[in-house]
Structures are given as C-alpha cells and as structure tokens.
C-alpha cells in the first residue's frame, strides 16, 4: 500500500474476470489511493466485474459501456465524472476484440467487416474514450495509458487482424498525445508481454507464443499481469509526469532481441 496515486480518480475500461490485465492495473491503482470506477462490457459479465470490483477499497461505481455504442461512451463517462466528484485523472483503456475466424490462418484472408470490428474496438475505441473524456480530465495532470503488444510492430504469425488493430492503437497514442498535451493530459501505452487473460485464449497458439517470448527474453521468463500493472501504475503517476507518447514495454526484455 502506497500512495502514488492518492486522491486521483480512475476509470478504468476492460475489466472481464480475475484474470484481466485491466483489473491487476485497478488493484494497483486502488492500493495506491485512487477512486474507481470500473465498466463492464454487458450483463453477461456485469456480475462478475461489480463482485470483484467491491473488494476494492476506493470503488466508486459501475458502469455499462460497449466500446462500440457512442451514447454509451457518452453517458459512461459522464457518469464516471460524477460518481468521482466531478473530474477524471486517470482513464484505463484495455480493450481488444477480433472475430476468432480472422485470427490464425493467413492474414491476408482477412474480410473487410472483419478487418473493420478489430480496428473499431481495439483501437478506435481509444479515440472515442479520450475526445468524451477530454472535458472531465483537461488541467488535472491527468493520464491515459492503453495496452498494446510487439505484434503492433513486428509480423506475429496467427495474430493477424489483432497486429494492425494494436499498430493503428500505438500510432493514436502519438496523435492523441499531441493533441491532448496543452490540456495537460499525458498518453501513453505498456506494450505487455503475453500473459494467459480471456483474450489471450482466444489466439490461436498462444501458449507457443508465451513460450518462445519467454525462451528468447533476456529475463528467460514470461510476465505476469502484476508487471504489467505496475507499469501502467508508473504511467499514471506523478512519476511520469514528463512521459508521452510513449510505449513503455513490460515484456520481460522479449522487444530487445533479433532472435
Ligand atoms: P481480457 O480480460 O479478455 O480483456 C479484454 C477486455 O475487452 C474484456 O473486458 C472485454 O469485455 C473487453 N471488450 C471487448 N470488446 C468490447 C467492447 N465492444 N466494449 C467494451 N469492452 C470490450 O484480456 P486482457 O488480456 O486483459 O486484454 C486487455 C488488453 O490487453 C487488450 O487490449 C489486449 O490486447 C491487451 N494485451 C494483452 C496481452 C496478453 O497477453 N493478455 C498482451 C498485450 C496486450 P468482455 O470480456 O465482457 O467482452
């Protein structure tokens, strides 16, 4: 317990089970003293994110928010903003959907609605949340820190779809952060290593992606989501305050290395 975050409040976006790197980051930005609210995506997973979400400390509420559903971006932050007093200092987006058909197999066989949903959702998703919470966060040194992976950069066999959705993520982190920056809003990215989540099971070989990542580490080992957390905790702390646009990996060293 300490007190990076004291006093800050929180929104955080992709919380799904125990297991989601977006619930390791509340935890920790919870234990550090902020207040948060969590969304859940729909009823079928409501449940499940207000029963972990009341074990934490600073919760402020819950929220329905599909990522696709602009009224629904609208009123989820609004109401974030009120149920935290008024302002936002810190906005969590840990977002990533792809039909399971276009992951494996040839990325080249990608159909266009296909291509279309991975990007509205895993990236696009990340311009909505920032332009509807612009008004609650400017002038609060305030934070936004998203989730990408080293497929935005390099080819990832079976990744596909979810590569391009993650590259078009880190180049909005850029653009975002020039646009944002005179408001006093920093944003930035953790490039996470693979950690076994929801979605991680739904791309195809991802236990042999885990291993040949840890194999060829520099730390000869995988990460897990409190790293991860702990990186983002970074990024929205006054410890950063001089850090945007920026990817900072957690990755076990894995982005290092040519082979
Ligand atoms: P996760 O627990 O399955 O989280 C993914 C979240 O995205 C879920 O909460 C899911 O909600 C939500 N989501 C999907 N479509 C949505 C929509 N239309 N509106 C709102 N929410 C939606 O898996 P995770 O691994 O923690 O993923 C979080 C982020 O980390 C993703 O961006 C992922 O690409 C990134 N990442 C993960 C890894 C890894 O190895 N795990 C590595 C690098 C980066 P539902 O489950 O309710 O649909």
Redesign the pocket.
Known sequence: MGDLVAGRTALV?????K?????GIAQRLDAEGARVVL????E??ERDVRRLGETLTGIAGFLP????DDAQVTSAVAGAAEMLGGGIDVLV?????ARAEDLGGRYVDTPRDGFQLAVD??AY?LTALARTAEPFMRGRDAAIV????IAAERAVPGYNV?GIA?ST?ESIVRYLAWDLGPEGIRVNA???????????RSIPG?GDM?GAAAARSPLRREVD?DE?ADGALFLCSPLARGVTGHVLYVDAGFHAMGL
Request: hydrophobic letters at 50%.
């Open positions: 976006v992709g919380v799904a089970n297991r989601s790197l977006a619930w969304t859940y995506q729909n079928r997973t928010m599909d990522v696709q987006h840990a977002v990533a959907f959702v895993s998703s998203t989730l990408s992976y979810m993650k993520l953790v490039s996470a290593g693979p950690v076994r989540t929801l979605a991680a991802f885990a989501a991860v």
